[in-house]
């Protein structure tokens, strides 16, 4: 069942990655290269690094 609900965003696919190094959140999502489902990779605008973040 889907239950839009703005107020609650679990997902976080798009959006809302914080870097590890500067807390900024003008982050991009990159494609997964590899099997691991369970982290995704993202690229900081800001620092320009890039880390995993775990879901
Ligand atoms: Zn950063």
Known sequence: MRRPDPSVDTSGDETGAECPYCDSTDTEREHPKGPSLCRSMHY????????EKFE
């Open 44 to 51: 900081c605008n800001d620092c320009e690094q890039p880390f």
